[in-house]
């Protein structure tokens, strides 16, 4: 147990539907990434939050956004869903946000399926 | 950009010793990290390496060359349990520590 939590464990929706994503970090923790594991794509990193703010962006859809509450947690929002978004979703956690490369520990994930 | 090189696939056996190469080419790299992944389940994190060597935890072990952008793991004494896919991630400078994962190797230890 990395002392990541993620809800919900799994999520079926309907394509044009908005979903949202939650997950808190391990305790002390100030930095929250989203990651998307998808068969063919690997997994691939979508955004960064530290202490409230956006740190970083990878590719992630304009459909997509996310944000950091003042008590850390983080929720990632899905929107006009495609039948390519089902994918696993990853929240993870670090106590850093750079400089030194902190590791990071990955929350249990959400499955996310479209139909 | 960033290209990240594994093996797609290995296959070892138990009690024995594999070493999981990986190949990389960035700019501006800050450090390596080695996660463990089961079939469905959360990466988990193995280790990390910041400076040219050999980083030792138990089985495991870690080697980086950031000259050569070159890094393996090395796992020993294999079990059953270390049947996984493993994965290769690349952290840049002014990334803000996010993470530039392969694409993994899939492990599969048998008897």
């Known amino acids: 147990d990395s002392g990541v939590t993620q809800t919900p464990k799994h999520l079926i929706t309907a394509t044009g539907q908005r979903v949202t994503l939650r997950c808190s970090p391990r305790?002390?923790?100030?930095?929250v990434y989203w990651y998307q594991q998808s068969l063919d794509q690997g997994l691939q990193f979508l955004i960064h939050?530290?202490?409230?703010?956006?740190?970083a962006k990878g590719n992630i859809l304009e459909r997509f956004s996310a944000q950091q509450f003042p008590d850390l947690h983080s929720e990632l929002n899905l929107s006009s869903l495609e039948l390519g978004d089902s994918a696993l979703y990853f929240c993870?956690?670090?106590f850093g946000q750079g400089g030194s490369p902190y590791e990071q520990y990955f929350g249990p994930g959400t499955r996310l399926t479209v139909t | 950009g960033q290209n990240i090189d594994q093996p797609t696939e290995m296959t070892a056996t138990e009690g024995a010793i594999v070493q999981i190469n990986c190949t990389y080419q960035?700019?501006?790299?800050?450090?390596l990290f080695w996660y463990q992944q089961h079939a469905g389940e959360a990466p988990t994190f193995l280790s990390y390496?910041?400076?040219?060597g050999l980083e030792e935890k138990g089985r495991f072990s870690s080697f980086l060359s950031r000259s050569k952008g070159y890094s393996y793991l090395l796992l020993k004494e294999l079990q059953m349990k270390d049947s996984a896919s493993y994965l290769c991630?690349?952290?840049?400078?002014?990334?803000?520590?996010?993470?530039?994962f392969g694409t993994g190797t899939q492990l599969k230890v048998e008897l």
């Open positions: 993870a956690s670090s």
């Open positions: 991630a690349v952290s840049l400078t002014g990334g803000g520590n996010k993470l530039t």
């Open positions: 939050y530290y202490n409230g703010e956006e740190r």
């Open positions: 390496n910041v400076l040219d």
């Open positions: 960035t700019s501006g790299f800050n450090g």
């Open positions: 305790s002390g923790d100030l930095s």
